[in-house]
């Protein structure tokens, strides 16, 4: 057989295969066209009827509206939000599943041997919203600002004692970040939920917490906690910031967010990053989640990606440098 000839007996099995692959893109171009072609699932790693779960199930709502399919909530919880992202990395990268996760995701990510990477096993779609959290004490405690925390902490080294929803909460994080930028020492006493860090704090068996301002209101309005301040920079209702209150390089909030299973296409992530991005903008919503403390934050897939990388990296660190274990 010539060369020529070869060649010429080739052309039409070329021809094949190229009309193939371009039969096979137009397939997988309709497909990301036509999304989403059935409901879509929302992974939460915490249990139905917290504020978490009930800012989810209503955004649910509003993206069904948008998208056109329903959505449906599943919670997951356990393990700090581990469960759920495992489950979402197991998921079919379609965008059919997401999971709307919090700031304990990247505390999780943080540490040694951590079961995940939430900068590598996730796929960003979009932050959702963010607030301070509120340091608060028994009125009878004599503290009425974080000055008051660091110098009766700096008198009495070691025996001032803070609580938080467990080892590992963004609670703990937050009071240690905050022993390392004043230079205090304080104790750590964790429980396994904020309900039991408040009640501790109500009894006076713990001088100092931290949680939701919303949270906490019912019992600063009956006037038996006080807020001490806010972990932003800036004041909130009224309750000064950490720049006012004297601490330096310190703003940090609880947010909200939604990712998808690793290598999902742009396409899916683009649509769902568009319906958000929309329903963020509506007057309602942004009510609903100032009612609970929270700005809403939107923007793009690489913004929320910088979020969860500088977070990580922040946690990180004071993972090591605090010598923290989990349990």
Known sequence: MTSTQSAVSRRPLAVLIAGGLFAALIAADAAAQQFPSKPITMLIGFGAGGNIDNSGRYLAQKFSARLGQPMI???RPGASGQLAVQQLMASPPDGH???????????TSARRNAP?????DVTPISATAAGPLAIYVNVSQPIR???DVIKLAKANPGKLNYTSPGVGSLQNMLFELLKQRTGIDMV????????????????GRVEVGMDSMLLLKPQVDSG???????TSAAASSG????AESGVADYDFLSWTGFGAPPRTPRGPVDTLNAAMSE?????????????IGQDMMGGSPEQFAQLLNREVETWSKLIRSANIEFE
């Open 145 to 147: 600002s974080v000055a």
């Open 73 to 75: 909530v599943e919670n």
């Open 97 to 107: 599943t997401i999971m709307f996760m919090s700031a304990g995701t990247t505390i």
């Open 239 to 242: 309750v000064p910031g950490m």
């Open 224 to 230: 038996r906690l006080r807020f001490v301040a806010v």
């Open 279 to 291: 329903t963020y903008r509506e007057a309602e919503v942004k009510a609903y989640f100032a009612r």
């Open 188 to 203: 750590h006493i964790p429980f396994k939920s904020a309900s039991e860090s408040t009640a501790a704090i109500l009894s």
């Open 116 to 120: 995940f990477d939430v900068r590598k």
